[in-house]
């Protein structure tokens, strides 16, 4: 009999899916913002853990290997199930990017103030190679590797804050001029789209439900459980940054924490922060990269995606989808390469959260669908809430943010097409 997933190991999926390149990079993001920036953590924390919810019961009514997909196939069908599958599987590796660039951007002290892009992109090219042949070769191999790096998730979020918290300067945190006379409803919009971004992941948990013991039980809870620490944790980290490092030198930083340390302590320790800050980026990658795989592979075998998405290897992994995914990332990489990283990763997590917000909301419809059918007030009231801040995060987009984001569900129509089952 195979052994199943207890809730300590779900719990260390639910960190390991949220925690990763955006506690690493929005700070610079969020830098222009000042206390908005830093309750931005709060408002989104908050419409996160309300999404955890939604997934919580979700899987407890369903628990089921898979994803998003497998619940608004129950509620309305496989059409709006493939979509709703082929938009996260696609926007899953598209937004992946975000933590190449975060991992290679990161080691910036290693490689000078006045480096070229190129060199980056290189970088980031060989790192993304790495990964694929790494999870090509098999599904194991991958997964203990992502055991080792999630060992170092934590160092970074206890040492730093309690270390940089001693010279901490509220004046730091500032109001940018080009925002003081913006409404404070388009602010707390604005800044919580922005730190939405690091609790992307939220579901991750739910997609391997028959593996784990006791799932309608142990998932919930730990989803739950370790959305609120995640909230906590970005919520304190994100304030020791901005309090620390002057804001003019924020603005343009490659690597927050890195300077963060770089403003108390001098360059000696801050290049033990990259290398640490680097490595736990890099698992988030690895752990994206997987569940990427896992997500088309699991299409695949509900026949929502063609046959070639589920061939696997002599070790089981999922290579052509592995391949797909990694392959893919690599136009985005040159396509948003520019000399302000803060520029390419807003931009990149700009369309990203809008189309992880699409399937959300698709879920929370789902959840609300079965809780009218079976009279659950309660259930109903949790999701229209979580509908409500998915509403407010969409509304608060552009319109070219939505287009791009709609682009990726649209493209399913192209695959159709090759499906049976549809």
Same mark, same amino acid.
């Given at each position: 009999?195979?052994?199943?997933?207890?809730?300590?190991?779900?719990?260390?999926?639910?960190?390991?899916?949220?925690?990763?390149?955006?506690?690493?990079?929005?700070?610079?993001?969020?830098?222009?913002?000042?206390?908005?920036?830093?309750?931005?953590?709060?408002?989104?924390?908050?419409?996160?853990?309300?999404?955890?919810?939604?997934?919580?019961?979700?899987?407890?009514?369903?628990?089921?290997?898979?994803?998003?997909?497998?619940?608004?196939?129950?509620?309305?069908?496989?059409?709006?199930?493939?979509?709703?599958?082929?938009?996260?599987?696609?926007?899953?590796?598209?937004?992946?990017?975000?933590?190449?660039?975060?991992?290679?951007?990161?080691?910036?002290?290693?490689?000078?103030?006045?480096?070229?892009?190129?060199?980056?992109?290189?970088?980031?090219?060989?790192?993304?190679?790495?990964?694929?042949?790494?999870?090509?070769?098999?599904?194991?191999?991958?997964?203990?590797?992502?055991?080792?790096?999630?060992?170092?998730?934590?160092?970074?979020?206890?040492?730093?804050?309690?270390?940089?918290?001693?010279?901490?300067?509220?004046?730091?945190?500032?109001?940018?001029?080009?925002?003081?006379?913006?409404?404070?409803?388009?602010?707390?919009?604005?800044?919580?789209?922005?730190?939405?971004?690091?609790?992307?992941?939220?579901?991750?948990?739910?997609?391997?439900?028959?593996?784990?013991?006791?799932?309608?039980?142990?998932?919930?809870?730990?989803?739950?459980?370790?959305?609120?620490?995640?909230?906590?944790?970005?919520?304190?980290?994100?304030?020791?940054?901005?309090?620390?490092?002057?804001?003019?030198?924020?603005?343009?930083?490659?690597?927050?924490?890195?300077?963060?340390?770089?403003?108390?302590?001098?360059?000696?320790?801050?290049?033990?922060?990259? *290398?640490? =800050?680097? @490595?736990?980026?890099?698992?988030? /990658?690895?752990?994206?990269? &997987?569940?990427? +795989?896992?997500? !088309? %592979?699991?299409?695949?075998?509900?026949?929502?995606?063609?046959?070639?998405?589920?061939?696997?290897?002599?070790?089981?992994?999922?290579?052509?989808?592995?391949?797909?995914?990694?392959?893919?990332?690599?136009?985005?990489?040159?396509?948003?390469?520019?000399?302000?990283?803060?520029?390419?990763?807003?931009?990149?997590?700009?369309?990203?959260?809008?189309?992880?917000?699409?399937?959300?909301?698709?879920?929370?419809?789902?959840?609300?669908?079965?809780?009218?059918?079976?009279?659950? *007030?309660? =259930?109903? @009231?949790?999701?229209?809430?979580? /509908?409500?801040?998915?509403? &407010?995060?969409? +509304?608060?987009? !552009? %319109?070219?943010?939505?287009?791009?984001?709609?682009?990726?569900?649209?493209?399913?129509?192209?695959?159709?097409?090759?499906?049976?089952?549809?």
């Amino acid at each position: 009999m195979t052994k199943k997933m207890g809730f300590g190991a779900v719990l260390a999926i639910v960190f390991g899916s949220q925690i990763g390149s955006g506690i690493f990079v929005l700070p610079a993001s969020l830098q222009p913002f000042g206390w908005w920036g830093v309750y931005s953590w709060c408002f989104a924390g908050a419409g996160a853990i309300l999404l955890a919810m939604v997934f919580a019961s979700l899987c407890c009514k369903f628990p089921k290997t898979g994803g998003p997909h497998v619940y608004v196939q129950q509620a309305f069908g496989d059409i709006p199930a493939f979509f709703t599958g082929w938009t996260y599987w696609l926007v899953s590796w598209v937004s992946s990017s975000v933590v190449v660039i975060a991992s290679i951007a990161c080691l910036s002290p290693f490689f000078g103030e006045h480096q070229s892009p190129m060199l980056y992109l290189t970088l980031e090219i060989c790192l993304l190679l790495i990964i694929m042949v790494i999870n090509c070769k098999s599904v194991e191999l991958s997964g203990k590797l992502e055991f080792v790096l999630s060992l170092l998730k934590f160092i970074p979020f206890a040492v730093v804050p309690v270390l940089i918290f001693m010279n901490f300067d509220a004046s730091n945190i500032v109001l940018n001029s080009e925002y003081q006379q913006t409404p404070w409803t388009e602010l707390v919009a604005t800044v919580t789209s922005l730190a939405f971004w690091g609790f992307i992941g939220v579901e991750c948990a739910t997609t391997p439900a028959e593996a784990v013991e006791n799932p309608s039980k142990t998932i919930p809870r730990a989803i739950v459980l370790g959305t609120t620490c995640v909230a906590l944790i970005y919520f304190i980290n994100n304030l020791a940054i901005t309090g620390v490092v002057p804001q003019q030198v924020l603005a343009q930083s490659k690597a927050p924490y890195v300077d963060a340390m770089d403003a108390v302590f001098g360059g000696g320790s801050s290049m033990i922060i990259a *290398i640490i =800050t680097s @490595i736990v980026c890099i698992g988030t /990658l690895n752990a994206w990269v &997987l569940t990427s +795989a896992q997500i !088309s %592979l699991g299409l695949a075998q509900d026949k929502l995606l063609p046959p070639v998405f589920a061939k696997k290897n002599k070790n089981n992994a999922p290579y052509i989808s592995v391949m797909i995914s990694c392959l893919g990332m690599i136009p985005i990489l040159v396509l948003t390469k520019n000399e302000s990283l803060t520029q390419q990763i807003t931009y990149i997590i700009d369309f990203s959260v809008k189309a992880f917000l699409l399937v959300y909301t698709v879920c929370c419809l789902s959840l609300l669908k079965f809780a009218v059918k079976e009279k659950k *007030i309660s =259930t109903a @009231i949790l999701s229209v809430a979580a /509908l409500l801040f998915c509403g &407010l995060m969409i +509304a608060e987009s !552009s %319109l070219i943010s939505l287009m791009i984001a709609a682009l990726f569900a649209l493209s399913g129509i192209f695959i159709i097409p090759t499906l049976k089952k549809i």
